[in-house]
T-cell receptor
Framework: EAGVTQSPTHLIKTRGQQATLRCSPI?????VYWYQQALGLGLQFLLW???????NRGNFPPRFSGRQFPNYSSELNVNALELEDSALYLC????????????FGQGTRLTVV | AQSVTQLDSQVPVFEEAPVELRCNYS??????LFWYVQYPNQGLQLLLK??????LVKGINGFEAEFNKSQTSFHLRKPSVHISDTAEYFC??????????FGKGTMLLVSP
């Protein structure tokens, strides 16, 4: 069974550009979570989608946005990129919001230059 | 609101020695507790979880953790570590219909 897959694995963008990151959850999982892991800052919760709806949002500016598609895959968009957006972005999925554990993808390494 | 505190940012230990990584949580409701491991440039892998029942839970790679409700702790232990256990370890808490809240992580450094 395929795990959580994220694409691309690496992404290099210029300050001010937009980045789009993609996540495919494990088959049957309806919840997708996005986390940012910047150097020295641990795992910061970004967004949570369940059944196509945004359920919760972390303390990030509106230029971080996303959506969940009918097949439960998800997209994270970061507009007007800043240097400090450089980080590993991790996606996880679970069986709905009541799911007892989340499974993580390998992440997308975003570098803003 | 829920939160997790990992008291040690780094834990150096010699190979074959025992180790304990500390985790304390706060939540106003019943919780699920998790430990994840992250190897360099990789995602997070679930080590073990506490959902209910026995307070001593066993995970992969010889790790175990004990849930202590009165002390709101969920410390991770291994009786004898290997070089390959060098990684970052994250404690996480979840309650009901919510997201996972992570601690800041503990870097376990195993040396020969």
């Amino acid at each position: 069974e395929a795990g959580v897959t994220q694409s691309p694995t690496h992404l290099i963008k210029t300050r001010g550009q937009q980045a789009t990151l993609r996540c495919s959850p494990i088959s049957g999982h309806t919840s997708v979570y996005w986390y940012q892991q910047a150097l020295g800052l641990g795992l910061q919760f970004l967004l949570w989608y369940d059944e196509g709806e945004e359920r919760n949002r972390g303390n990030f500016p509106p230029r971080f946005s996303g959506r969940q598609f009918p097949n439960y895959s998800s997209e994270l968009n970061v507009n007007a990129l800043e240097l400090e957006d450089s980080a590993l972005y991790l996606c996880a999925s679970s069986f709905g919001g009541q799911g007892t554990e989340a499974f993580f993808g390998q992440g997308t390494r975003l570098t803003v230059v | 609101a829920q939160s997790v505190t990992q008291l040690d940012s780094q834990v150096p230990v010699f190979e074959e020695a025992p180790v304990e990584l500390r985790c304390n949580y706060s939540s106003s409701v019943s919780v699920y507790l998790f430990w994840y491991v992250q190897y360099p440039n990789q995602g997070l892998q679930l080590l073990l979880k506490y959902l209910s029942g026995s307070t001593l839970v066993k995970g992969i790679n010889g790790f175990e953790a004990e849930f202590n409700k009165s002390q709101t702790s969920f410390h991770l232990r291994k009786p004898s570590v290997h070089i390959s256990d060098t990684a970052e370890y994250f404690c996480a808490v979840k309650s009901g219909y919510s997201t996972l809240t992570f601690g800041k992580g503990t870097m376990l450094l195993v040396s020969p």
